[in-house]
Every structure is written in C-alpha cells, then in structure tokens.
C-alpha cells in the first residue's frame, strides 16, 4: 500500500553493495596479486584496530575525508598483515592492517585523520561507496587478529590466499573466516511494531531486536525465540526483508519482519532496558525526526531503521493483527 508518510528519499544501507568484483581467483595467485598491487590504479584502506587511516582534503574540510591510498603510501605507515579485497573495474582493492606502534604517530600527522569506522558511517565522513570495501577488510583483519593460532592444536597458524585463510603447518587444519548470524527483527501487531532500548542506546533511541542464531536454528526459529527471550511476546509468520554486513567484528544481520500472535509485554531486563509497543504514526514521527518527546531510531547506516522504514511505509510486513 502506498505510504501516507512524508519519509523523503530512501537512504542506502551502510555496508552493502560496494560493487568490488571478489575477484576469488586471484587469492591463490601471487604473481597476479603482486601485478595488481603495483599497478597505479589500485587503492588500499588502512585498518589500525578499530580506527580507520584518512587523508585529509585540500581546503582544510573536517567533515569530509579519503581514505583510499595506494598501496605503496599505506604499506609505508606499518603493515603487519594484508588482505585482497577485489577489483573495482581494473583497479584491485586492498586492506592493510596497521602496526600497533605506529598509530599514535599517525595520530600526530596533520595531513591525516583517525576515526573508528562507526563514527565514520554515523557522520558520513567519507564517499559511501567505500564503506562497504573497509567493512570488508575491517572484518578480515578483526579475524585475523583473534585467530592468530589453531585451535585445534595451539600452533602459531600462517596467513595464505592472499588473506582469506589461515593454515597449521603442524597438524594441517585449515581456518577460514568466519561471519556470525544474527536476526534482527521486527514484531508486528496490525498497527502496531514492538522496538526495544539497550542499556548502551542513547537514552532516546529504540529499535529492532536482535540476537544471535544458534546451532541447529533457522532464520524462523531464532526470530520467534529471541522476541520470547527479550519480550516475552509470541510470534507466527516470519517475512526476511533483507540482510547486511556488519563489521563489528563480523556478523551478518539477517533482517525480517514478524506477525506477533501476543501482545502483552514482558521484558528481559538482563538483554534490553525496556521494550514497547509504538503505533505507526508514531514510528513515522521518530524516522522524520519529529517526535515530540525527541524518540529516535537508528541512523539510516544500520539495517534496523530499513526494516522499521519498509513497514511505516507500507512495503513489506505483517500488515493486520493476529
């Protein structure tokens, strides 16, 4: 049905559909991965923990940043470990992880900007066309910090296809890079949608619930669970909306509305501060900012205001009440 709210143009997911060829090939390639490093056209993005390397722009401007360099500039701040991450047309794309001991001599840098990749994204300080690229090599290397050795026998493991696994010389296991499922959902009731608040929100921000899918659990399962876990409340239908990747450290938010069969609350107070229901009207004054009591929701970077937005606008959902 057509929406009966002014929510303006629809913003894009953070993270998702960077347009970068994976380019799998080449991985196991070294010649071929050496000939699309040097080549003038390739790009790489610095990774030092959890902060993103940046250029600053001519003109002094603070609220815009670069943060491609080539690789021979990113190699030259102290790279300990790299990663292929594809090819945008011609150009290969690169992430290398920065030593530890160099960043606060980066920091000091005044052609230079560090800022953690959620304070990115949150205030739009560079393109978006390469948030996706840096979520990628962010996860990549956020895996290959934690998986330093095997864990089937302990020995010290070492980095192969250009990144994408980990081999054990001793007892010849293979580790691959892992993305943790996690549902994040939306419970519906008619005109109704059940959002929840963390103890680590803003104090004016709700949103989807979320969590974790376990071993053996569907997409269905997990949704229905966690809503009983963390609300108390009972879900039928499940619809998938959508999906996207979230480099913190590396899940996969699997998206989708839910028709709520029960309606009265019940809250976990060990997983969300507090959770509700919101009318529809209301929602739609908290995504166009103009809730009365200043309520808001997730930035438009994160999946949970796609989802909360498809439904206010009468694109995808439950739209009746059990």
Known sequence: MPSRFDLGPKPRLGYADDGL????????????????EADPRSGAYAIAGELVVMKKLPGGDERQFDPLFTPAEARAFGVHESVFLGMAGAAGRFGFGIDAAAIEALKAREDLKLADLRAIAAHGLIADQHLAAIGEAKALLSWHARHRFCANCGTESKVVDAGWRRDCAHCKTQHFPRTDPVVIMLPVDGERCLLGRSGRFPVTMWSCLA????????????????????????CGPVTYFAS??????????????????????????????????????????????QHPDKLGLPRPVAIAYHIIRSWVAGEAGPQSGA
């Not at 994976?22 to 070294?30: L, V």
Request: charged share 30%; aromatic share 6%; with cysteine.
């Open 21 to 36: 060829e994976r380019a799998a090939e080449k991985r196991t390639d070294p010649a071929a991965l050496a000939a699309v």
């Open 211 to 234: 969590g974790y899918i376990e071993p053996g659990e569907t997409i269905e399962e997990a949704v229905r669970r966690e809503t009983m876990e963390e609300a108390g409340i009972l």
């Open 244 to 289: 996207q990747p979230w480099p913190f450290p590396s899940t996969l938010m699997i998206g989708c509305h839910a028709q709520a069969l029960t309606r009265d609350v019940v809250v976990d107070k060990n997983e969300l501060e507090d959770a509700r229901w919101f009318d529809r009207e209301e929602v739609a004054l908290m995504l166009m900012q």
